[in-house]
Every structure is written in structure tokens, then in C-alpha cells.
């Protein structure tokens, strides 16, 4: 049974996933952690996930930098940013929406007591280009049996206006959630993911 | 939650500006005979034009794939208006110049037209690539679906010079959401056998598994008065575009704003069955 988001998102890697390239902003600088650890950016893999921040993964390790306006870094751990989390944020708890990192394979997504539920969104993504609010296109049949509902363990924290981090503490994944653009950024098993957020497309 | 209402239509899902071109300065050696110089002097502001003839602009710089970048700008002052779009692929030194145009056309002013010019970056050793950026046939009979957030908009490639538009059901209930008079607007629908939305396209490879594709709504310019020309550089590996729309709104409005959207493959035989409206061939 799917246990990680990696795997439910991308149907067991049958999906393509959305992607985007790795940004070189970041090679040659260096800030501290608030520990005080060091950290020097290479060539590591990094993804834009605003004008001014970042998700980095430095060798493993999830961080999350933010240009500051006189140009120096915040960094964080994501895991240890979020370890102490919980319960979800009030604007995420009991949040029900649907998400996508996979083109065509949308997820119904509920944010409930500590956890992501998954599931196959019932709504098809493609249909006849005929279809009209008059003619509703019937559903394609399914290729496969769609996968059955997951609920990941889910600690979240608030980052900023509407910006969140999410750690899945089983696994590791992080990902960071813009909600005022509805979109999705991370890194997850070595690749740039990137994916959006919707409310369900019900009137 | 809803969505920033202060973004554009088509531009919630674009992704973050790129800035790592900042401080970098290229040589574009382009076919039309004249090297333009193109300085990223801060994060927003470029140099770019001929020797001696070199303006700034504020500029919008995104990036798609590994070094390849799309960057759009525009004098606000000039009129006509003239938008450049520079398409830097830093893999093959090769650059890409597109050229939209609007209140140029003396019987519809608010329809845009676009011309294209190819070239190469100057290489540090002075040569240049003998390669260009090319026009293909590749997406010819294909059809993607594109979620710009709160618009979704399936573009089928016809011909090697047409497109035309659908729309998905998903992405009509997500279009009427909140702005059900939309309902009643003809360039949602396009739904009966006899009716398609045609327009010019150009598709040019820019290298594997990506792609600048430039529409035009020229159709619409002489129906309505006014029209985009709309221009994304896609990518297909990760189903995700950048770009912008150039041109002007009914209400008098310019815009030449820069847009993101995630795609979906999208069947779109029917669409692709049906007889041209307007262009014969």
C-alpha cells in the first residue's frame, strides 16, 4: 500500500509530473542556520518558490531560504521547523480542495486533525472538446482501478501570509504550499516537483 | 481561501521571476543583420538594442528548463506599441526575437501581429552558432489543455499555421465559477459542429521537448476591435509553460503581462474534424 506522497501523486511513477528547472540564484552563497550551522549553496537542487524564497535539498536535508530586503538569507530546517507542529494550521484544518503534481491526475485532498487525505478526484480532467454546461461530456473510462484513499501523517506550519510548509514526518517530503497563488513546490526524491491547488470545480 | 485577486487572469500560476542572469551581459548576433546587446543590469532592468542605439527596460525574466529563459519587455512610451520577447537557450548559444506589434493596422488597430528573427549568442571566443531556433512541425494534430488557475484554455494545433481553441468541461465549471456570465460569452463556447475558432500559429522548436508557440487572435481583432497575440515557451517534459499575453482589452486596457499555466494532454479530434470557418486550404 502507498505510504508516501512521491508514489500516490505520481500513481506509482506512471504520471508525468509537473516539473520545473533547478534555479542557480543560490550557487556561492552561504548563510547560517538558526542554529548557527553554516551553510554553503552549490549545485544543489533548488526550486523558486516565490520571487525571494527557496526550497533547497542539501544532500537530503530540506531547507527553506528567504531573501531578505537587504539581500542576506533566512534559512531554515524544514524538519526541524515543523517538528514541533501538532496540529494544522487554523486556515488548513478541515480544508477540503483538490491538488494536482501530475498532469491529468487530480487528487481530492482533505487537511483534517493532523493529516492529508488523497484520493482520485471523481471529476474527469479530459473530455470531449464538445463539452458544454448544456452537454456535460460523459467520463472517460478508467485505464485502471483508480487508487485507493491515503491518509498521510501531515505537520504544517505557517511561514508566512498564507505560506505554508508541509512535512510529512513518515517520509520526509516536504513540500511548500503558496495559497494565494494555489501552488505547490518540492523536492521529492531528487526532482523539482510543482503543482497547484484548486477548490472543487462545483458551483 | 481564494487566490490573490491582485494577479492577473492568466498569470496565478506563473512561476517566480528568475534573477540568475543579473549582473550578465551577451552579445545576440541576430539574422535580420544588425547584433543587439543585451545587459541584465539588476533584477528588472535590462539594456538591450544596437550599438549606441541601446534602451532600459523593465523586464520580466523566466525560466523553463535547464538555461533557457524567456524574457519579455516593452517601452510603455512607445507607440505603436512594439513588445520583444528574447528566447535565451544557453545550452546551444542560440536566441530567439519576437516582435509583437499593435496600433499598426490602419483598418483594426487592436490587432496584434507578430514577426519573428532568429540568431546566436556570441560565444566567448567570438563565433557564433551556424544552428538557429526553427519552425516545426511537431505539435502539428496535438491538442494541450492549459490550467492557468482560474482559466483553462485546451490550444489545438491544426495545421503548422493555425490553431484553434476548445474548452474541457473542467475547465469550463472552473470558468464559470463565480463569474457565471461567462456563461453567455461566445469565446467560451465554440461548441456546435459548424463553429471553430482559427487563428495563426507559429510553433518553433527551440530543442527537444520544447517549444515557442506564438497565437495570434486576429479573428477575435476583427470581431471585437481588439486581441492578444499570446506567446509560451513550453515545456513538455514537466507539462508546464511560461510566457505572456500582448495586446489590447475591450475596455480600451494594454496589457503585455507574463503567465504560467500547467498543461494536459486534451483529445481534440473533434475539434481537429471540423471544416475551417475562415481559411481556405
Known amino acids: 500500500m502507498v505510504k508516501n506522497l512521491f508514489d500516490y501523486v505520481s500513481d506509482g511513477g506512471r504520471n508525468l509530473l509537473f516539473g520545473l528547472p533547478s534555479t542557480e540564484e543560490l550557487v556561492g552563497r552561504s548563510a547560517f542556520l538558526p542554529d548557527g550551522t553554516e551553510v554553503r549553496f552549490g549545485d544543489e537542487l533548488a526550486v523558486k518558490c516565490d520571487d525571494d524564497l527557496f526550497l533547497i535539498d542539501m544532500a537530503g536535508k530540506i531547507l527553506l531560504a528567504e531573501e531578505l530586503p537587504d539581500g542576506s538569507l533566512k534559512v531554515l530546517d524544514t524538519e526541524k521547523t515543523t517538528a514541533g507542529a501538532s496540529a494544522l494550521p487554523e486556515a488548513l484544518e478541515g480544508w477540503e480542495s483538490e491538488l494536482s503534481f501530475a498532469s491529468g491526475y487530480i487528487l481530492t485532498a482533505v487537511f483534517e486533525d493532523g493529516t492529508l487525505t488523497l484520493s482520485p478526484s471523481p471529476e474527469p480532467v479530459v473530455s470531449s472538446p464538445f463539452a458544454s454546461d448544456d452537454e456535460p461530456a460523459p467520463p472517460e473510462a478508467p485505464e485502471a482501478p483508480a487508487a485507493p484513499p491515503v491518509t498521510l501523517s501531515l505537520q504544517a506550519v505557517e511561514t508566512g501570509e498564507k505560506r505554508f510548509l508541509l512535512r510529512f514526518p513518515e517520509t520526509g517530503e516536504t513540500v511548500f504550499l503558496d495559497a494565494r497563488r494555489f501552488l505547490l513546490y518540492g523536492i521529492l526524491r531528487g526532482r523539482i516537483v510543482a503543482g497547484f491547488v484548486e477548490l472543487p470545480p462545483k458551483e | ?281
Not at chain 2, 16 to 33: H, K, S
Not at chain 2, 119 to 137: F, L, Q, S, W
Not at chain 2, 216 to 226: C, D, F
Not at chain 2, 256 to 280: M, R
Request: net charge neutral.
Open chain 2, 1 to 281: 481561501m481564494q487566490p490573490n485577486q491582485s494577479t492577473g487572469m492568466l498569470s496565478v500560476f506563473r512561476p517566480p521571476l528568475c534573477f540568475e542572469l543579473t549582473g550578465r551581459q551577451f552579445t545576440l548576433v541576430f539574422d535580420d543583420g544588425y547584433d543587439r546587446t543585451l545587459v541584465f543590469k539588476d533584477r528588472k532592468k535590462i539594456s538591450f538594442g544596437t550599438a549606441g542605439e541601446e534602451k532600459e527596460y523593465d523586464c520580466d525574466c523566466l525560466k523553463i528548463a535547464d538555461r533557457c529563459y524567456f524574457v519579455n519587455f516593452e517601452d510603455p512610451t512607445l507607440r505603436p506599441r512594439l513588445g520583444i520577447t528574447l528566447v535565451l537557450d544557453l545550452v546551444q548559444d542560440l536566441v530567439t526575437m519576437a516582435l509583437a506589434h499593435l496600433y499598426v493596422n490602419p483598418k483594426f488597430p487592436g490587432m496584434p501581429s507578430i514577426d519573428y528573427v532568429f540568431g546566436g549568442i556570441m560565444r566567448e571566443d567570438g563565433t557564433v552558432p551556424a544552428a538557429r531556433h526553427g519552425y516545426t512541425t511537431d505539435l502539428v494534430g496535438k491538442s494541450i489543455s492549459w490550467n492557468y488557475g482560474r482559466f483553462d484554455i485546451a490550444h489545438v494545433y491544426a495545421t503548422e499555421h493555425y490553431y484553434r481553441v476548445a474548452f474541457t468541461a473542467r475547465g469550463l465549471a472552473r470558468a464559470y465559477r463565480g463569474r457565471p456570465e461567462l456563461r453567455q460569452s461566445q469565446n467560451m463556447r465554440y461548441t456546435a459542429p459548424e463553429d471553430v475558432y482559427e487563428d495563426y500559429f507559429s510553433p518553433i522548436k527551440i530543442r527537444d521537448r520544447i517549444y515557442l508557440v506564438g497565437l495570434l487572435e486576429t479573428v477575435k481583432a476583427q470581431k471585437t476591435g481588439h486581441g492578444n497575440s499570446v506567446l509560451v515557451l513550453m515545456n513538455l517534459d514537466g507539462m508546464h509553460d511560461v510566457g505572456r499575453s500582448f495586446g489590447s482589452n475591450s475596455e480600451g486596457g494594454n496589457g503585455n503581462n507574463t503567465l504560467g499555466a500547467f498543461g494536459v494532454w486534451h483529445d481534440a479530434s473533434d475539434v481537429l474534424a471540423k471544416k475551417s470557418s475562415l481559411f481556405i486550404r
